[in-house]
């Protein structure tokens, strides 16, 4: 059982720039980000795989980025330019080798953290 913990979400203004991380208990295939805003659904943010490679939503692309160190089992996203829109519950997903669901979808996903809020306000 891998176990994801979250950190780094909280509020800020708009404009703003935060950095959520993630910590794995161990190794996996794939980590990626997702966010999930009240009455929304679950939206795929971006991930990186075990070959380094990254990628991230159109939707976002320009102002998230997500790197990932191996050596640490961690994920990070940088949000930059946050806007009001942006405010929902982060998750961080890890997915096994087993697993070849697409990468935006989230039964690609085996383990998720408990999410951590992010509130943009103007």
């Known amino acids: 059982q891998v176990k994801l913990v979250e950190s780094g979400g909280g509020s800020v203004q708009s404009g703003g720039s935060l950095r959520l991380s993630c910590a794995a208990s161990?190794?996996?295939?794939?980590m990626a980000w997702f966010r999930e805003a009240p009455k929304k659904e679950r939206e795929w943010v971006g991930s990186?795989?075990?070959?380094?490679?990254?990628n991230v939503a159109d939707s976002v692309k320009g102002r998230f980025t997500i790197s990932r160190d191996r050596a640490k089992n961690t994920v990070d996203l940088q949000i930059f330019n946050l806007r009001f829109d942006d405010t929902a519950m982060y998750y961080c997903?890890?997915?096994?080798?087993?697993?070849?669901?697409?990468?935006?979808?989230?039964?690609?996903?085996?383990?998720w953290g408990q999410g951590t809020q992010v509130t943009v306000s103007s």
């Open positions: 161990e190794e996996t295939h794939i």
């Open positions: 990186e795989d075990i070959y380094g490679a990254t």
């Open positions: 997903a890890a997915g096994t080798s087993t697993n070849w669901s697409p990468r935006n979808s989230p039964t690609r996903y085996d383990y």
